[in-house]
C-alpha cells in the first residue's frame, strides 16, 4: 500500500499554470517548481512524470479555467467593443491570456502536443469573436470574418503589450480607444 499523496493536486496544478504564466518553459527550473509549488520533486515526478508533464496538465487547467469561460464572455458580449471590453477589463484572465500566449509563441512551434491543444481554443476565440460581431446589413461575410479576427488578434496583440511593459500604453487605453471606434462603425 503507497503513501497518501501529501498534496492537494488541483491546487499545485493551479499554482503551476500561474507560474508558467509569468516566465518562459525553459526559464523555469524544477527547482523553481519545486520551491514555488511547495511540493517534494519526487512527489511531482509520481504524479505528472516530467516538467513536461506538469506543465501540459496546467496548460489544459488554464484553458478549461480561464480562457474557455472568457471566450463563451466574448461570444455573448452582443457586439465587438463590448467583447473587447469584456476580454481585456478582467484583471482575473491576465494568466490565462498570458499562458496562452506563451504557450503559442514558445512552446506550440517546438511542441505537437502543444500545438493540438491551443488549435481548437483559438480557433474557439474566432468563432466567439464572430459571434461577437453578428451579422451588420452594411457588411458582407467576409468582412465580418475579417472583424473576427482583426478582435482575437487584438484581444492577444494588446496583452502581449501589456506582458511586455510597452510605455505609454495601457490594455486601458488602447482597449478604450478601439472599443470606441468600434461603436462608430459597427
Known sequence: MGRPRGFDEATVVRSAAELFSTRSYDGIS?????THLGVHRNSLYKTFGSKRGLYLVALRWSLRHHIAPLVDRVAAAG???????VALGEPATEAGLNLLLMA????APVD???ADELAPVLAAFDQAARA????????????D????????ATILGLRLRARAGTPGTTIDQAGAALAHRLTRHT
Open 112 to 114: 505537437p502536443e502543444v
Open 30 to 34: 524544477m527547482d523553481d517548481l519545486v
Open 79 to 85: 457586439d465587438l467593443a463590448r467583447a473587447l471590453r
Open 104 to 107: 503559442a509563441v514558445e512552446r
Open 132 to 143: 461577437a460581431a453578428g451579422r451588420h446589413p452594411d457588411r458582407d461575410e467576409q468582412d
Open 145 to 152: 470574418d475579417g472583424m473576427a479576427l482583426a478582435l482575437t
